[in-house]
């Protein structure tokens, strides 16, 4: 358990390191958009540079590229949604988790997100953010069955972390990009490779200083886990593929996976959080 001094440079250090990670965040939003924009612009421009002429195909290519990255940013909340499925929940539905979103983004000082709840027994979270800031916390209902509100907390906490440094607007963009890759090919590499890896291991130390009883985060993370319910499940096929790496616990349905040096691995993370 951290204490006295210990906890002040561990909130100072978290506080430095959140500022740096909002702007690499930044950074890396540019790159997935740019990238998704790059294929397109090349090959209709090279059709209309062979059609009509080289300018022409330059000034469409140029356009076509900017099309589809204002685009992307744009619709990239959509897009993750339908894949993770769910609806939004409404107001005054679930107010014990409300009440807690409310006191922690109080805390964290972000905009409280919509609430979005997936009907699916197996425990997990994630956090989106779309166009003009607008962030969504996605819960299931096995999430809040299975978990107190100690543990609950850890959770929210963790994932509005992920909100304050924009790392649920990369996740979006992310799976609007490289997780419709990974829909076609079944391989998540290149989704953990666009949201940055490590991303949730250091989510959990940061999350940990923001609640009252810092070893929930620990707790909630050592219960989940599951079976996964079937083929319309999130976490299970393509779905589970393009979506994986946003949520907290990537490792559903394979807990013993982690391999050497994969800090995300929800167990690698019970580990580490275990000194708290």
Known sequence: MLRGDAVLSAHRLVDAQNEDRRR?????????????????AVVVGVVIG???????????????????????????????????????????????????????????????????????PVANACALTGRRGRSVLVVTSGLLSRLGLIEMEGVVAHELVHVKRRDAAVSSVAVATAGLVAWVSGRDELVHLAVGRGREYETDQAAALAVRYPPGLHDALASMGGQVSGGASPFSGRRWAATRWIWIDPMVGEPERPRAGELDATKTRVDALAQW
């Open 50 to 120: 062979v059609v009509i002429g080289i300018v022409a195909g330059a000034v469409v290519a140029l356009a076509v590229f900017v099309a589809v990255a204002v685009g992307i940013l744009s619709a990239s909340l959509e897009v993750a949604l339908r894949l993770v499925g769910g609806a939004p929940v409404s107001s005054g539905a679930l107010p014990a988790l409300e009440n807690q979103v409310e006191g922690l983004c109080s805390t964290l000082g972000v905009a409280r997100p919509r609430l979005w709840l997936v009907d699916d």
């Open 24 to 40: 690499a965040n930044a950074l890396r939003l540019r790159v997935l958009a740019a990238a998704a924009g790059v294929l397109p």
